[in-house]
């Protein structure tokens, strides 16, 4: 009885790990988020396994019914169509549950576009945030104001038609000359990261079409600098004293 969340390539099918493949072997079914997809995928590594099908769609409704097949003492593979399966992808519900009903869940490393696209930007990464996809519409003004003041490096995952409009308002909240990259088509053919200031990326991008699959990194609030507290801390004292 155990559930894995086995990574798949995020283009280079190269990238499948040797273990994936082993528990993509071993078990006795996979739960999928696009069965065509990940058809394919077990096609080229020469696996045959039952697939079901578990996307955003469906997951609140199967949930039960997976939880059941794995307390049979069933063993599953939960895969989505590229990366790690539950980072902006279906799966935290499944995972959860699993552990309310002691379902061992194991998770293995692997692709996943955020990590990549943060170690290019050259941005520090020794701390950063993952905000994945904004609200398309309601909420997502409110949510890049949250992280106005944010002083890690900022991950988002957006849509090629949407690219030029985030770079837009992340320039609004975090200013034009703010550093950032916007990686695209990683581990593929056309694999390219753009790095500048936020208004120069959007220049770059505002010439050509833009497609293919993205992932934008924002470097955070510069701390104060020790002699900008200092400065500060007397300036408000200085305040104090002359408003008392
Ligand atoms: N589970 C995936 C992961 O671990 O990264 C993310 C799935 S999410 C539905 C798809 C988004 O991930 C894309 O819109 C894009 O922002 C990002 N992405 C996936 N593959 C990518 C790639 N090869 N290059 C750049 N971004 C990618």
Same mark, same amino acid.
């Given at each position: 009885m155990?559930?894995?969340?086995?990574?798949t390539?995020i283009?280079n099918l190269?990238?499948?790990? +040797?273990?994936?493949i $082993?528990?993509l072997q071993s078990?006795?079914?996979? %739960? =999928?988020?696009d069965t065509? *997809?990940?058809? &394919?995928?077990?096609?080229h590594?020469?696996?045959n396994?039952?697939l079901?099908s578990?996307?955003?769609f469906?997951?609140?409704?199967?949930?039960?019914?997976?939880i059941a097949?794995?307390?049979?003492?069933?063993t599953l593979?939960l895969v989505s169509d590229?990366?790690?399966?539950?980072?902006?992808?279906?799966g935290?519900?499944?995972?959860?549950?699993?552990l309310?009903?002691d379902?061992?869940?194991?998770c293995l490393?692997g692709p996943?576009?955020?990590v990549?696209?943060l170690?290019n930007?050259g941005?520090p990464?020794?701390r950063f945030?993952?905000?994945?996809? +904004?609200?398309?519409? $309601?909420g997502?003004?409110?949510?890049?104001?949250a %992280? =106005?003041n944010e002083?890690r *490096?900022?991950i &988002?995952?957006?849509s090629?038609?949407?690219?030029?409009?985030?770079?837009?308002q992340?320039?609004?909240?975090f200013?034009p000359d703010?550093p950032?990259?916007?990686?695209?088509e990683?581990?593929k053919l056309?694999?390219e990261t753009?790095?500048g200031?936020?208004?120069?990326?959007a220049?770059?991008?505002a010439?050509?079409?833009?497609?293919?699959?993205?992932v934008?990194?924002?470097?955070?609030?510069?701390?104060?600098?020790?002699s900008e507290?200092?400065n500060?801390?007397g300036?408000?004292y200085y305040k104090?004293?002359?408003?008392?």
């Amino acid at each position: 009885m155990k559930l894995y969340l086995v990574p798949t390539p995020i283009g280079n099918l190269d990238d499948i790990t +040797l273990r994936a493949i $082993k528990v993509l072997q071993s078990v006795d079914g996979i %739960l =999928a988020e696009d069965t065509r *997809t990940t058809g &394919f995928l077990l096609k080229h590594l020469g696996i045959n396994k039952p697939l079901h099908s578990y996307h955003m769609f469906n997951e609140h409704g199967s949930i039960q019914k997976i939880i059941a097949q794995l307390k049979q003492g069933k063993t599953l593979a939960l895969v989505s169509d590229a990366g790690t399966p539950a980072i902006s992808d279906p799966g935290f519900l499944l995972v959860r549950e699993c552990l309310d009903f002691d379902v061992p869940v194991e998770c293995l490393p692997g692709p996943t576009a955020f990590v990549p696209a943060l170690v290019n930007s050259g941005l520090p990464n020794d701390r950063f945030t993952f905000e994945g996809f +904004l609200p398309h519409k $309601k909420g997502r003004q409110t949510r890049l104001e949250a %992280l =106005a003041n944010e002083s890690r *490096t900022m991950i &988002f995952y957006e849509s090629p038609h949407r690219l030029l409009k985030l770079l837009e308002q992340l320039a609004e909240v975090f200013g034009p000359d703010r550093p950032a990259s916007v990686s695209r088509e990683l581990t593929k053919l056309f694999e390219e990261t753009v790095r500048g200031s936020l208004s120069e990326i959007a220049a770059y991008f505002a010439e050509k079409p833009i497609k293919g699959e993205i992932v934008v990194c924002v470097g955070g609030k510069p701390e104060a600098s020790r002699s900008e507290k200092r400065n500060k801390k007397g300036d408000d004292y200085y305040k104090q004293r002359h408003t008392d």
